[in-house]
């Protein structure tokens, strides 16, 4: 296996869903505990992005401004789509501005965000491609990747466009690994025959495989009772042979513990472990849902204000659950903002969408489930 990172524990802190105060904002003094708790365990590789709203300045004032730069690895990502860049000025800008936010110096991986069919050809009228190999050129950048939602014959067009690519970022997870939308495993492959390492992000599915129904969670419950539903998706990504780091978007210091518990001393999964998974995937399966993993990558543009995630969270709660009366009195008060019937079907949620979701159709269903 390749990889660029062996003096670490596997587990990375992905930094796209940090600890809130109640007005909103990152609470950046938990978020220096959790930091602190990472790297006393032997946790480097820190995650974020220029679109993660308040994460980069959050990572300078928990992480960059209190411990040493070579204690730490930090990546983050340069994002042209038109959602968050108007034009190329504006998208290569966002390199200026991350390191400023950051106070970094200098990122240890830097990667073009969130490439799919929908927005690749952004990359290459802008030439990103070039200006982050400039970058690294001057050593403001030591490795340069990419992450990406889509699917394995795109991945395997980008990987052979462009071999000085050194590592790729990819959804993967075990409810996820045969999924015709995401080709978790499929895109894993394509990168393993290039011999290009894969960091894995969604490992959890944005908090999905941390809470199970009863019927996927008895299956590893009778595995491993002591287990926690986390500590099975991010060992079954982890123990993938191709597989560099795996992030982990913690939100409380709980969380990090939890994955600290197991991930210190990590242990590849056994063949009946394996198997356990296997079921429970083929379980997981069966029960429908909306595919949304919460990165909120939909809703800075939407003209209304909606709680697009949030909303969708009650809802696949619902489906997991099946309690309506619940989940009807939850959707009353816990997304907050307008209802989902107040969409206005302008579509700037499903161009931002990295899974593709038809947002405005499943937005209808809610209301009528709901509403």
């Not at 300045?57 to 730490?72: C, F």
């Amino acid at each position: 296996m390749s990889t660029l990172v062996s003096d670490c524990m596997k587990l990375g802190f992905g930094m796209m869903r940090l600890p809130k105060l109640e007005d909103g904002t990152i609470d950046v003094e938990t978020t220096k505990t959790m930091v602190d708790d990472f790297l006393a365990a032997g946790g480097k590789y820190v995650d974020t992005a220029y679109v993660y709203q308040g994460s980069e300045d959050a990572v300078r004032q928990a992480l960059v401004e209190r411990h040493p730069r070579d204690s730490y690895y930090l990546a983050t990502k340069l994002n042209a789509g038109t959602w968050a860049a108007k034009d190329e000025a504006a998208a290569k800008d966002e390199f200026r501005q991350s390191l400023e936010r950051t106070g970094a110096g200098y990122f240890d991986f830097y990667l073009l965000h969130a490439l799919s069919k929908d927005n690749v050809e952004l990359y290459d009228k802008y030439d990103i491609w070039g200006y982050v190999r400039d970058l690294k050129a001057q050593g403001l950048v030591k490795h340069y990747g990419f992450s990406f939602h889509d699917m394995p014959e795109l991945l395997d067009q980008l990987l052979t466009d462009h071999p000085d690519v050194e590592f790729v970022q990819l959804q993967i997870n075990y409810a996820d690994w045969e999924s015709p939308v995401v080709q978790s495993h499929a895109n894993y492959e394509v990168a393993t025959r290039h011999g290009v390492p894969v960091v894995v992000m969604e490992p959890v599915k944005g908090g999905t495989l941390a809470k199970l129904p009863d019927r996927v969670g008895s299956i590893l419950k009778a595995a491993d009772p002591a287990a926690s539903p986390a500590s099975w998706a991010i060992r079954f990504v982890a123990s993938l042979p191709n597989v560099m780091m795996v992030l982990s978007g913690m939100s409380t210091p709980q969380q990090m513990q939890d994955n600290l518990s197991f991930m210190r001393d990590f242990k590849p999964l056994s063949p009946a472990e394996r198997d356990a998974v296997h079921r429970a995937r083929l379980e997981f399966e069966s029960i429908d849902r909306i595919q949304c993993t919460g990165c909120h990558y939909c809703t800075p543009g939407c003209p209304v204000g909606m709680h697009i995630p949030e909303i969708f969270q009650v809802m696949n709660e619902y489906k997991l659950y099946g309690d309506l009366d619940r989940s009807r009195e939850d959707y009353g008060w816990r997304p907050g903002g307008p209802k989902a019937s107040e969409c206005v079907a302008c579509g700037q949620c499903e161009d931002a969408c990295p899974q593709h979701l038809p947002i405005i159709s499943l937005l209808q269903e809610v209301a009528s489930t709901f509403e």
